[in-house]
Every structure is written in C-alpha cells, then in structure tokens.
C-alpha cells in the first residue's frame, strides 16, 4: 500500500522535474536564438520558417560590428566607467561601513540613518537635478559625467556593516593590545576577513554600472562617448535594418556579463541575495 | 592616554567616512533639495527660474498625460508585480527540487536574463516578436492566431512590456525565493511524510506561510522598482506610440529632456518621490506589525 503510493509520489516527483527542465529551455531560448542568428548569414535570418542550426555558419557580423562601427570605443568606455564605478563606491562604502561599525565619532546614528532613509529614495527622480549638477560642471559627454551619479549605493554600506558587525570583539581587543594602529587594525584584520563578500560586491556593482541605461543614456550625446549598454539602442545608422547584425551587437553588449555571471555564479548569487537585505 | 587614543579614533573614522559624505552630499543631498527647489519654479533644464508658487503642481491635475502616465504606471504594477511573483515562486519550487549540476544549470537558465541589460533584452524581444520575421509570430500562424504588431499597439503594449518584464526580472526574485527555501528545516518535512500529508498539503501548511515573509519581501522590492519603470517603456516605444505609453519616470523625461521644462518636470518626479517613499514607509510598518505579531 505505502509502496505504490510512494511510487506514485516519486512519478508525480518526476513530471515535475521534467516540466522545469522544460520550463528552463523555452524560458532561455530567446537567448539562444539570438545567438543562434547572429552567426546566420542576413538572407538565412529571414526566411519565413524556424532553423535552430544555421545551414552556413557565419562570423562575418562580428567582423563588422568589431571593425566597422564604434562598438570597440563603446566597449572602451563601458569598461572604464564600470570599472570607476566599481572601485569608488565599493571602497568608500567600506571605509564608511567600517567607521560605522566599529568606531565611535560625533553624528554617527545621523549618519546611519541618513544612509537607510536614502536607501528608499528612488534615484529615477533625481534626473533633473543630476543633469543640472553634471551639466553644470562641464562634465556631459564625460566619463565622469557618466560615473559621478553612479556612486550611490547605500545597499553596500548596509551589508558591510552587517559583516563588520558580525566579526568578534575579541579580534579588535587584541589588535588594540598589540599596540596596532587603526589603519592596520582595518587592512590587516578587517578588510582580509570579508574579501569573500568584497569581491561578490564589486562584481555585482560592475554588473549593475555596465547595464544602467537610464543616466548614460541621458549624460551622453555624441556616439563616440556612449556606452555599449545606450549605444548598441541608439546608433541604428550603424548597423541598418540588417537583424543579423543588430542581434550581433546585443550579444556582444551582453557577453561579458553573462561570462562573469556564469564564471562567478555563486559570488554573484550570494551579493544579490545579501542587498536584498538576506543572509545567504 | 585614553582621552586622546578617543579623539584619534573620531579623527580615523571622520577620516574614513569623509569620501561617501562628500560623495553622497554631492550627488545625493543636494540633487535632492535642488528638486524640491526647482518644482517651485519655471526653470527651463538648464538655468534660472522665477518662483511660481505650487503652479507646476496645480497644472497636473488638468495635465492629461500626466493622467495617462499615473494610470498606465499603474497598470504596469498591476500587471507585473502579484504575476511576475507568483512565476517566480513556481520556478524556485520547481528548481529547489532539483540537486547538484543539474540545479546550478537550470537554475543559472532561468538567471540568465537578469543579467543581460536591458538594451539587449530589448533587441532580443525586438526580434523574437518581430511583425515580419519573429519566430514567436510564426507560433501565432501555427496557432492560427491573427499576427499582431505588439508594440504598435496601445492595447498590446503594456501586456506585452509586462511579460518581457517578468521573463527580465525574474531570475531576482527566483534566489530570494530559493534561498527561503533552503531555510526550511527538512525535520520538518520528514515529520509531515511521516503524518502521511500529502503534497498539497504539505504545502499549504508548511512551505506557504514558512515563505510569507519572504514572499512579502519580493513583492515589496518588485512593487517599489517597477513604479520607477522607465526603460524597457521607452526602448519598445521608439517608433510606436510614445504618448499612450507614457509612464511617470518617461513623463519627467519628456517634460524635462524634450520640452525644456524642467520646473515642471521636477514637479512631476516630487510626485513619484512621494509615492515610492510612502509605500517603503507603509511597507516598513506593516512588516514591523506582522512581525510584532507573530513573537
């Protein structure tokens, strides 16, 4: 009796795995197809039937979106601002997450309360007053005009104050009575300890700087500057009605986070379950 | 000794923190008293202008597209926020089940669009939904359903963003969801099989309300981040029909970037401040009641 219900359950069990497994290929398949069609030459791409394998494999679009149009300066300019982006909020939020975690100065809970009330502004109204400010300061059509609204992120200063909050009183007592200095007592002791979140962190912020579309888009007028994120949207002189070579670009502009997703995975899962406020 | 090693740890730490203030004073602070300032006024984008009192606000209320932008961000909520959610709790169940390689891909499957930017989920949908050649039009023919130019549409638009959207999103609130699960002790579990309760069951009383507050979260974070909707809505609406799909973020953007009003832009986008603050407010309280109730 209880062998064929749990027989029944285990083929309940199965159908499920199989219409997730299902689930999952449909649901990236729009990925593969871009992929797929960006190595299909232009006249295969539309022709009016489905080909999930190309009858000609093709690189030629990449050739021309590498060689003939400015993706190689988009790319440029995503990388550096990403990069910039990456290094000064990461390492200003630690140093203030650390201050507010461990040491004592005038207006801290001020401070702390000021970053968890910002936490709920919502940054998409502040464009106005985010090109005034840039505009104002020579710096549209910059990499700095691009990176400077960039830098709040006050989900990095709550998670490293929750790490350095976790870390034992016992470790600072003991660097004190060593006679360390406080500067040593954060790079020797602090800062080795939570490299782990560190790079998960950093490799969630480059993610986000690389896909923001909304303030690039708006600090940028001239192709040459643009990242590839805006660029690939708004240049469609450069590539024509030619589909081929529009999914080219988009696989291109995706690419190098996908590959620091998948090389990254659980680095990358671990940040983003912790800026939603969860302990993984 | 003791007094100075305090005022050196207050110098360290003012020194420590001296480079956020000074960036979050500059591109947070400010930008934000500018915006009150500025809705008060009929200041072009760039540049000076007069005070004019609550004007810019009054103007809203016989503003039809501001109308349209309220109501069509709205309905993106509507349609985005309790749907998008409940997909994601499915797949995390579905995916939870699974073990070892076989969940790191799957899962890593239904993660992947959350990584992509949204300009490249943009050219991806542009394409799958294609009026002419997307493969997803000729699923239509063999439907026999009658092909739609989607994002040409009024009718289709929203629907269509909404679902983009979800399938772009979702992969978030699948590892918020997953990581609640694996929070789940499996005693648990092995004392309902050992109750004989079934899998519905099971469910019902045991993974449903041990997931609330999670589910709570995601619904929270979802709700706040698709009010401030702004770019797949723009991307999609370039050679459609801007002006029904207007949303509030598009709506400051026209008025801003487009019309050269920036007083009034900044009038609309004190608007959506208010709204995301008031919600986080009210969402904050609300946890801390629930919470309250169940110690």
Known sequence: MTATRARRLNAIGLIITV???????????????????????????????????????????YVFALTETEIGRWYVN????AIAVTVLTVSSSLFCGYAISQLNFPFRNVLWWLILASFMVPVQTLIVNHFELVAGLGLINTWSGIVLPQLIHPVIIIVYKQFFDGVPKDFREAAVMDNASEWRILTKVYIPMNW????????????WSWNSFLWPFLAVTKTDM????????????????YYARQLTAAV????????AYLIFQRRVTEAITLSAGIKG | MMLRNRRNEALFA????????AIYGLVFVYPTIRLFMISLTDAPLIGHGNFVGFDNYARLSSDRRFGTAVWNTAYFVLITVVPGTLVAFAIALGVNRLAGRLQAAILALFFLPYILPVSVVYLLWDWTLNFQFGI??????MLGIARIPLFKSTAWFMPAVGIITIWWTAGFSILLFLAGLRTIPTEIYEAAALDNAGRWSTFRRITWPLMWPITALVLTIQLISQLKIFDQVYLFSVGGRPNDNVVLVYYVFQRAFQSDQGGRAAAVAVVLFVIVIVVSVLNFQLTRLSGGRDR
Not at chain 1, 252 to 259: D, E, F, Q, S, T
Request: proline content about 6%.
């Open chain 1, 19 to 61: 219409i997730t497994v299902f689930c999952a290929i449909i649901w990236a398949f729009p990925l593969y197809w871009a992929v797929v069609s960006s190595l299909k030459p232009e006249h295969e791409v539309v022709r009016p039937y489905i080909e999930l394998w190309p009858e000609t494999f093709t690189v030629s679009h």
């Open chain 1, 78 to 81: 995503s990388i550096l601002t």
């Open chain 1, 196 to 207: 782990g979140v560190t790079t998960a962190l950093s490799i969630v912020c480059f993610i």
């Open chain 1, 226 to 241: 643009m990242t590839i994120t805006v660029g690939i949207t708004q240049v469609n002189d450069a590539f024509g009605v």
């Open chain 1, 252 to 259: 291109l502009a995706g690419l190098p986070v996908a590959v």
């Open chain 2, 14 to 21: 003012l020194a420590l923190i001296a480079p956020f203030v």
């Open chain 2, 136 to 141: 997803a039009m000729y699923l239509f023919d």
